[in-house]
């Protein structure tokens, strides 16, 4: 991922700085070093973790879970040059010592007072949290606000953004018939149910993928239920259309994995049997070469209005894009049109395969 002026001039301040650094305290070290990125990048923080006599501590790029600046912070940590006393790190990592109090305007909370409990939520994990002790009701507030930041470093920001879907806090009805598990006993527990619940093994899978299809109607205006309702007025999303959608179930392995975050869309014109199966074939070996180097994945396929749609997730969009090249300068893919978008929660993918559980 090519640098910007901006964060070249970032890292030459950095750079400068460095010696300077190490003659203050830890403390005064990271609002200085926020002092020299604020100029230049937006919307990203510097923290530190190490020791005040480390001679090479962690230096940590966090977008404070923003999953809109992940690719800024991907571009800052891919830039960063080497440094004699730091060690440049993407993303606030969990916690080591999970167990741990916070306190806010003088109340305290500790990660086993907040007790989670896991479901699925169309491709993610949703979360339940109930407390496990009585919370003062001036406090309520303040205590959901701590819990969040507390889940930010059992879970890691990567994971609590990208992984973790709905939150919601329970009361006394809570459902009693799911495990509950204490904050600071969380992270075996989710990892657990990342690859045993929902198939993430995090491996490229082998031989033959698995497919499973449906037929969908578009332009159809449904109720807070996903019923379908009639429209009044003219319909102005157009006429109802069917499209029919596969989906590789075999890609869901890799699903959300860090480093497989932006979605390549090559959407082609199919007017008749012949350039479908041209089409097709197209798709399948641009699949061929994204996935023997593990380079991507072809997830699913959509056919709609004449066009065929494959979407893929690759780890490199430029070179995702050079290796599919040559390919693209086929006759079949005169009307390609070629869309990347970054999406680390694969929402195009599970938009559609949440219709098959």
Known sequence: MPSTPHIAAF????????????????????????????PHVQGLALE??????????????????????????????????????????AFRERSKHPDFPIGMDGFELSTNDVLV??????????????????????????ARHMTFIMMDHVL????????????????????QDVPWTPLSQLQPVFDAYWVQTLGRTGHFPQGEPSWDGLELQFNVAVDDEGNDVEEDG???????ETGVVMINTSANAVAMRADLAYA???????????????????HDQAATLLQVPQLGILAMTLMRAGRRQALYYVSDE?????????????????????????????????????YLS
């Open 48 to 89: 530190m973790q190490g020791g005040p006599d480390d001679e090479v501590i962690e230096l940590i790029v966090t977008a404070h879970g923003s999953i809109e600046n992940f690719p800024l912070l991907s571009q800052v940590v891919a830039a960063a040059p080497k440094l004699a006393h730091y060690r440049v790190t």
């Open 117 to 142: 409990a896991l479901q699925q939520d169309n491709g993610q994990v949703a979360l339940e949290l109930r407390f496990a002790r009585e919370i003062p009701h001036d406090f309520e507030d303040h």
């Open 318 to 354: 430029q070179l995702a894009k050079q290796t599919l090249a040559p390919l693209l300068l086929r006759e079949e893919a005169a009307s390609l049109e070629l869309k990347v978008g970054f999406d680390p929660a694969w929402s195009g993918y599970f938009e559609y395969a949440g």
């Open 264 to 282: 390549l869309t090559l959407d082609l014109a199919v007017p008749n049997s012949e350039t479908l199966t041209a089409v097709q074939d197209l």
């Open 234 to 240: 003219d319909g102005e999303e157009g006429p109802q």
């Open 156 to 175: 890691g920001e990567f994971d609590f953004a990208v992984k973790v879907g709905a939150v919601d806090f329970v009361g006394d009805d809570y459902d």
């Open 11 to 38: 890292w030459r301040d950095f750079a400068a700085a460095e010696a300077t650094l190490q003659a203050v305290p830890l403390r005064e070290r990271v609002e200085q070093a926020n002092d020299l990125l604020t």
